[in-house]
Antibody
Framework: EVQLVESGGGLVQPGGSLRLSCATS????????MNWVRQAPGKGLEWVSY????????YYADSVKGRFTISRDNAKNSLYLQMNSLTDKDTAVYYC????????????WGQGTLVTVSS | SYELTQPLSVSVALGQTARITCGGN??????VHWYQQKPGQAPVLVIY???NRPSGIPERFSGSNSGNTATLTISRAQAEDEADYYC???????????FGGGTKLTVL
């Protein structure tokens, strides 16, 4: 069974940092590209970042570029998101999602982890 | 950057057909994916590459894509179909994943 489990969310002050993790199981993690997607309270889905299976290709949304860093450890079957210089606009549930490899659709999602940026 | 436009809300009577649209410039040239999200839950892929259903998704879910509009069609709508629905594409020009704003489907 494919599983993605996010962790690392919590309350952080504006300007602070947080590192999210996504532990995966049930599939060959090293063969799949991955995404982070977030959802602010009561709002829609917003793509955050993409990383290819080998980490050779990385993309960021304009809203996080220069502040967030996506990475992965294929030996640990894990995906990460380092978030720096956080603002209240970064408050959201953060999901990791597996790229199916078919036209960029995400076929499996984690349950999400809540990041709250507030003083 | 590429933009996708969805209606904020759509209502459908129980057992009838719901259609949720996703507008974008020449969207027919894109592969459009659709996600269903129920309150407090993660999104679920219900249609990929315009008109393909993942395993486990009921046959009443279908998709189409033509001109500047992609459409998610839910035939014989059930109470459990009440949810938010999002369309999504990969914009190769900007190297960004793009989501529509989402549509709240109400089953009456």
């Amino acid at each position: 069974e494919v599983q993605l489990v996010e962790s690392g969310g919590g309350l952080v002050q504006p300007g602070g940092s947080l590192r999210l993790s996504c532990a995966t199981s049930g599939f060959t993690f090293s063969s799949y590209n991955m995404n982070w997607v977030r959802q602010a309270p009561g709002k829609g889905l917003e793509w955050v970042s993409y990383i290819s299976s080998s980490s050779g290709t990385i993309y960021y949304a304009d809203s996080v570029k220069g502040r967030f860093t996506i990475s992965r450890d294929n030996a640990k079957n894990s995906l990460y998101l380092q978030m720096n210089s956080l603002t209240d606009k970064d408050t959201a549930v953060y999901y990791c999602a597996r790229d199916s490899g078919d036209s960029g659709s995400d076929d499996y999602w984690g349950q999400g982890t809540l990041v709250t940026v507030s003083s | 950057s590429y933009e996708l436009t969805q209606p904020l809300s759509v209502s459908v009577a129980l057992g009838q057909t719901a259609r949720i649209t996703c507008g974008g410039n020449n969207i027919r040239s894109q592969s459009v994916h659709w996600y269903q999200q129920k309150p407090g839950q993660a999104p679920v892929l219900v249609i990929y590459r315009n008109n393909n259903r993942p395993s486990g998704i009921p046959e009443r879910f279908s998709g189409s894509n033509s001109g500047n509009t992609a459409t998610l069609t839910i035939s014989r709508a059930q109470a459990e179909d009440e949810a938010d629905y999002y369309c999504q594409v990969w914009d190769s020009n900007s190297a960004h994943v793009v989501f529509g704003g989402g549509t709240k489907l109400t089953v009456l």
